[in-house]
C-alpha cells in the first residue's frame, strides 16, 4: 500500500491557474469559510459550526500527507485530499486511496476541481505508479459525478448511506 507519508510534503503544485501546496497561516479563514458552508455541505452531512470550527481549527491548520491547499491568485479556494482507506473501510476495493475535494462557492462552476483533482492525482501517479485511486460521492451531486467523468473514474459499484445512493469509482 502506498504510504504518503513517505513522500510527504511535495514541493508545490503549479497547474495553469492554481497552485496546490500546504496550509499556511493564511489560510485559516478559508478553512473555516469552507467547513462552516451550508452549499459545501450538502453532499458532506451538513455544514459544521461556525464557533466550533473557531475554537478547534489552529492557528496553522493542520499539514497531514495527502492534504493539499488549491490556491489562485493567492487566495485559498479550496482543498483535495488523497487519503489512505484502511482495511477496515467498508467500501474498499483494493489498497487504495480515496480522493476528496472540496471548494468555496464562489469558486464553483470554473473546472478549478477537476484542474486541482488532475494534478492531485498526476503527482501521485509518478510517486506511486500503477496505484489505483478511488473516489465517492453522492449521485445526486451532479458537479461531482461531472468531475470523477472528467477525470476518467469508473464506476465499480452504488450503495446506500447516509440516507442517499453513493456512487464509487476508480481510476
Not at 513517505?6 to 473555516?32: H, Q, Y
Not at 482543498?79 to 477496515?88: K, N, P, R, T, W
Not at 476528496?100 to 464553483?108: N, S, V
Not at 486541482?116 to 453522492?138: H, I, K, N, R
Request: hydrophobic share 45%.
Amino acid at each position: 500500500m502506498p504510504e504518503l507519508e513517505s513522500v510527504w510534503p511535495p514541493a508545490a503544485i503549479r497547474t495553469d491557474r492554481l497552485v496546490l501546496r500546504e496550509p499556511e497561516l493564511r489560510d485559516r479563514a478559508g478553512i473555516i469559510d469552507l467547513f462552516a458552508s451550508p452549499e459545501v455541505g450538502t453532499y458532506l452531512g451538513g455544514a459544521r459550526p461556525r464557533e466550533e470550527l473557531e475554537q478547534t481549527i489552529p492557528e496553522v491548520p493542520n499539514r497531514r500527507p495527502g492534504l493539499f491547499l488549491v490556491d489562485l491568485d493567492g487566495a485559498m479556494i479550496g482543498i483535495v485530499m488523497l487519503d489512505q482507506l484502511g482495511a477496515e473501510h467498508p467500501h474498499q476495493v483494493g489498497p487504495d486511496i480515496e480522493l476528496g475535494y472540496m471548494f468555496l462557492p464562489q469558486a464553483w462552476g470554473f473546472g478549478y476541481a477537476a484542474e486541482a483533482c488532475a494534478a492531485a492525482l498526476d503527482w501521485f501517479a509518478g510517486v506511486f505508479p500503477g496505484e489505483s485511486v478511488v473516489l465517492c460521492t453522492q449521485t445526486a451531486n451532479d458537479q461531482s459525478m461531472r468531475v470523477a467523468a472528467k477525470l476518467a473514474f469508473a464506476e465499480v459499484k452504488r450503495f446506500e448511506e447516509y440516507g442517499a445512493e453513493q456512487w464509487l469509482g476508480v481510476r
